[in-house]
């Protein structure tokens, strides 16, 4: 009986272990292989990892990744290998060499699958101007870098210069100052 009850044990045990690990949630954040703003993978970064939720970090190149104050980050995948069903969440960080995604299809039509799908879309700083031109927020709350707010009103979307708005599954935040925020959001949003 006890080694009956043992082998029940280690089965329960294990299950439980699958279970947890096949619910892990999985965000998806892309960088611009030039001139990401640091902090703002980074800070979010930490804060879900912190959470338990697993991060892999996506752009044009698998080379090393250069952020705007230095940062050096090797991409886990390409942009063009995202598989939007894998993730719970998919990010466009800021930085001014995020401007290549405005107007990349392949961005626009990850946008569009994850919106499609009820994933969580998230943009900091002037990434939301990506967001907004794959169509995803026309009559939505949303912020952006306030450099870029009138790209995101003449796509529709009704900016409100806060640090960090969600509206649905969608956040947006305004830039480096409130990437730490935005990480939280992402946090709650994925719970």
């Not at 169509?135 to 306030?146: D, E, H, P």
């Not at 870029?148 to 979307?157: D, F, H, P, R, Y």
Request: charged share 25%; glycine share 8%; proline share 3%.
């Amino acid at each position: 009986m006890k080694k009956f009850l043992l082998i029940l044990l280690v089965l329960l045990t294990i299950c439980i272990r699958e279970e947890g690990v096949a619910n892990m949630k999985k965000v998806v954040m892309i960088i611009a292989q030039d001139d990401f703003r640091d902090e703002e993978l980074l800070q979010p970064k930490e804060i879900l990892e912190r959470s338990g939720i697993e991060v892999k970090v996506a752009s044009t190149s698998l080379s090393q990744a250069k952020g705007m104050l230095g940062a050096k980050v090797k991409p886990d995948i390409l942009v063009s290998d995202i598989n939007i069903i894998d993730f719970d969440a998919l990010v466009f960080v800021g930085g001014i060499g995020a401007s290549c995604y405005w107007d990349d299809p392949l961005a626009h039509q990850l946008i569009q699958e994850a919106f499609n799908t009820n994933r969580i879309i998230a943009a900091i700083c002037i990434a939301p101007v990506t967001l907004a031109k794959a169509g995803i927020l026309k009559g939505k709350r949303a912020t952006v870098f306030s450099s870029e707010a009138s790209q995101l009103k003449s796509a529709g979307a009704n900016y409100t210069g806060r640090a960090v708005e969600k509206e649905g599954n969608i956040i947006t935040a305004s830039g480096p100052s409130a990437a730490q925020e935005f990480g939280q959001e992402l946090v709650k949003a994925l719970q």
